[in-house]
């Protein structure tokens, strides 16, 4: 492992997705933060939906769980109906937000040049963005999953000022392993994280090594050593193995 590699901090995100009301919510925090009390050199974050976030921001206060959002409109105000802005975001105490996760670019028509808008508005407020990128089945067996993570990549990425991609947290979520139970083997997620580094290295040569690259898709208490034991992969973006506080307890203390 070199000095670079030691010095990205693992960080394990929670993104609960369309689940929990604010009392669930809540509830949640209340029991999760005992358990990750002291839980030293990770970064930890909860992405709860926006009607739960000021209060989940509220129960998360003084502790160093992290609050994210999980999607933010580019612009930073008007006539949007139902959007919310980076600036409301920021407003409640987020320091993340996801972009571009497969459900959003799937169910929701979202492009990359769409989430390149999100990524840009997002560093203006200085909240990081976690950028998502995952090739389907389909373009996996047709051999594309490099060529499709590439232009993904090149796309999301392409509002972000040179100097400025130190600031990004990239998650590689296969689409076919989120919510399936497959998860991507750890010889395959560490190819495709050593190719994001590779193409991240092109467009910020001096930052790439310091980029945290989090894996996603079905990861669980059982297999999350196993994925963070590789040389890129520098965190976790969890889904349904979130919802419990014991089990995302377990994945953020995988070091434990
Ligand atoms: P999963 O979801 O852990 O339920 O597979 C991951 C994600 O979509 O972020």
Redesign the pocket.
Known sequence: MTTSENARKPILAA?W?MHKTVQESVDFVTALLPLVEGAQGVDIVIAPPFTALERVGTALAGSAVQLAAQNVNPEEKGAFTGEVAPSMLEDVGCRLAIVG???RRALFGESSEFVARKTAALLERSIQAIVCVGETLAEREADRAFSVIEEQLKGSLALVPDDRGGELVI?Y?PVW????GKTATPDMAQEMHAFIRAQLGKRFPSDADSIRIQY????KPDNVRDLMSRADIDGA??????LDPQSFAQIALFEA
């Open positions: 993104n997705k996760h497969s459900e998650a979520e392993a989120i919510g399936t996603g898709g079905s990861v973006l969890v889904g349904g193995a979130s």
